[in-house]
């Protein structure tokens, strides 16, 4: 096929992904992290190999737990190495041949553990007690899977947002797992919402500990939030402002300090079956306060009409468009 790259490439590339995942993951010097970083940026097809392997990598930790969990399932052949007379390529090719197989019988793990899914419709907010007494609170448009064992409690937030206040158990740690983010709690609380392209965090209570991949995780105390990533996961300091704000929706409620309009309708977006949409570009930069409820969206247009040249118009489907009001223009 023309224009693709020769197999013998493609294997050097996803080989060379390997090696450095595997490097990265044993504490690197700055320099090589940095050398890393190059390598992957260099190509297009670095960054996709990488990923794979990464993918291949995280795969492998979440089934190695699984197995932990039930030991008599499935033995994971034990492959001893030895780096004389090997060469890069074949401990790489090795270590994939190993998360094929783990990845292989992941199926039949997950599918033999007892999984609880819990879930909400666009504009619900739900709370859910689950065994160990912790509480779950799923908002709008959120689906979360939750399994317990004799060693551990773990989450797997599928798509939205979840606030937990987790029951104290020193010997069951609770794991929550969103994206590429692994956050780690005993006893505390604290919120995780998955946006399109990172996971943030807002820790109210107590102290967990998140990671991204094979990077060094990282301990936040409460007041504090994260930005996740893929490999990456930025430390912030909140101010109470930031956490109301954050948490609003826990009392079905959007509270908006001087956010912009596209903002703003994004987050009631969340919680409408049918969307606003913005008609005029002049819209998107105008910017608004205000604590309004979920479920009552009149309430926030009224307030846009009210004091910014603004003007919405309902759809027969009932979206609602949001167009730039001239003094000249007739309010709807």
Known sequence: MQGSEPATDRERIEAEASRLLVLLSLDPSEAEREAICRWIDSNPAHAIAFARAEAAWECADRLKASAQDHPDLVEPPQIEFSTSGISNRMLAAAMIAMFVFLAAVGVTIRTLNDVDKYSTEIGEVKDVVLDDGSRMHLNSGTTAEVRYTDTGRKVHIVRGEASFDVAHDKARPFDVEAQSAMIRAVGTAFNVRMRQTLVELTVTQGTVQVRSGPATPHRVGAGSGAVIRPRTILLTHLGKNVINQRMAWREKMVELDGETIDQAVAEFNRYRTQPMLIGDARVSALRIGGRFRTTESKEFLAALQV??????????????????????????
């Open 307 to 332: 004091s910014l040249p603004i003007r919405a118009v309902t759809g027969q489907d009932g979206s609602i468009m949001l167009l730039y009001r001239d003094d000249s223009a007739p309010q709807d």
